[in-house]
């Protein structure tokens, strides 16, 4: 097994990480820019090194500072996260030409992959279902609208290389379809460098559903469940939970099999999310996958009792996975915990966490790097922690959230605490009758409300 390990990533996603090495027995060197220097990860670590000032451009994502880190710790190989560099084709292959083990998949799956309109063709070839649309690129509007003619509207406009919910139009008619075509390609040219778009049928009221896979350097895929990943706003989840309300076993096993398809495909290799979305008929569509690992794992974790950091360091190592039989227990509920105010649209509250204090008991887990008087910077995500609970049923699961929220006390800083409270009594969250534009269109947060 690996000796050390260089964790090239910050927070929480760093210091979970760390645990998982340390139970291993392998060491561990964080990376740190001068705004993260009182973080838990850099605490935690046996070595930290300071690669840069608080810009993500001049520490995180700075390529040399972080090989330079891994050179003079003598580390063996690079676990990148999730985020910054975790699907960076070329960081993958400058850690191979430096004779690091990137602990994810070749920079030729990341390419792949990572590349919108080749992720969908290379889907449509193995046998996955995907929306109807465009097969690749759509260069001109002349070619944009023989697509219209056979996908009607409404449809989405996507950018190629396009993510986190930057890059799309959706368009209702043929009246502002140009115009929507013009500028989604201005606005993929100027964010992402690259003005490709391709198109699809907008499916409508759909759910996010994603499917966990694991794939070694001997050829297996195994998928490991779904996790149900429809509440979000602009586009960014604010809670997810394993399995999903709506997944029958029958879906299950049709969802898992695409899934591991895809991942047989490419030979893949790692811990990667093959994400679909769901209409009402339960028809599924692959809509991306990504390379890495997820955010909301933990509620995998929490189901399956299987590490997935341990198997991305292990199949990273060579080690085969375990092909038996996927065993679920139970139910798991994600939710983040943002350095947010929801009373003011969300608008990031960076400061001094005066209190901070995380909830206990049974099947209660926090993932965290944050602590009282830490002072949260305003350079990155706002996430700062992630709550997680189980229980034998979905019901118990939402008690046992509810009641951790209550626990869970930060001061100094607002934060989507209470907003995940109100969330827990709602009545289409407690059934499972939600969709992709629920918390936007029919969730009412009222910030007046005592908890």
Avoid: W
Wanted: proline share 5%; charged share 25%.
């Amino acid at each position: 097994m690996f000796n050390k390990i260089l964790v090239a990533n910050r927070g929480e996603i760093a210091l979970r990480i760390i645990r998982t090495c340390k139970e291993m027995g392998i060491k561990t060197v964080a990376v740190y820019s001068t705004a993260d220097q009182d973080s838990l990860h850099v605490k935690f670590a046996d070595e930290a090194v300071c690669i840069g000032p608080p810009s993500s451009k001049e520490s995180y994502l700075k390529i040399p500072s972080i090989l330079a880190a891994a050179e003079i710790t003598n580390a063996e190989a690079i676990h990148p996260g999730y985020g910054f560099l975790s699907e960076n084709a070329e960081f993958s292959r400058i850690c191979a030409e430096h004779e690091l083990k990137f602990i994810g998949p070749s920079p030729e799956m990341i390419a792949k992959m990572g590349d919108k309109a080749t992720a969908k063709a290379t889907m449509i070839e193995s046998g996955v279902p995907v929306v109807p649309g465009s097969d690749g690129i759509v260069s001109t509007y002349e070619e944009a609208q023989k697509v219209a003619e056979q996908t009607g509207f409404p449809l989405i406009i996507k950018a190629s290389a396009g993510g986190g919910g930057r890059g799309m139009r959706v368009v209702e008619s043929e009246v502002k379809f140009k115009q929507s075509y013009d500028t989604c390609r201005n606005e993929a040219s100027t964010v992402f460098g690259n003005p490709d778009v391709y198109i699809e049928k907008f499916v409508e009221n759909p759910r996010h559903i994603e499917i966990q896979i694991l794939g070694d350097q001997h050829g297996n895929v195994i998928h490991l469940g779904e996790r149900e990943c429809s509440l979000q706003r602009r586009h960014q989840k604010m809670l997810e939970e394993a399995p999903s309300p709506i997944a029958t076993p029958e879906l299950r096993e049709r969802m898992g099999a695409a899934a591991v398809k895809a991942g047989k495909a490419i030979n893949y290799e790692g811990a990667g999310t093959i994400e679909f979305l769901v209409d009402k008929d339960l028809n599924f569509y692959f809509m991306e996958m990504n390379t890495r690992i997820q955010v909301e794992h933990p509620v995998t974790e929490e189901i399956t009792y299987i590490d997935l950091v341990k198997e991305q360091i292990r199949v990273a190592y060579g080690d085969k996975i375990d092909t038996s039989p996927l065993k679920i227990r139970g139910h798991a509920i994600e939710c983040r915990i943002n350095a947010e105010d929801p009373a003011h649209n969300f608008r990031p509250t960076a400061g001094t966490a005066t209190a901070f204090n995380i909830p206990g008991g049974h099947s209660t887990r926090v993932d965290t790097h944050a602590y009282a008087g830490y002072k949260i910077p305003p350079h990155y995500d706002s996430m700062i922690a992630k709550l997680i609970v189980s229980a034998p049923t979905r019901d118990e699961a939402i008690k046992r959230m509810r009641r951790a929220l209550q626990e869970f006390i930060v001061e100094g800083i607002k934060t989507t605490i209470p907003y995940h409270l109100q969330l827990m009594d709602d009545k289409g969250f407690q059934t499972g009758e939600f969709n992709t534009k629920y918390l936007e269109n029919s969730f009412k947060f009222n910030p007046d409300k005592e908890h």
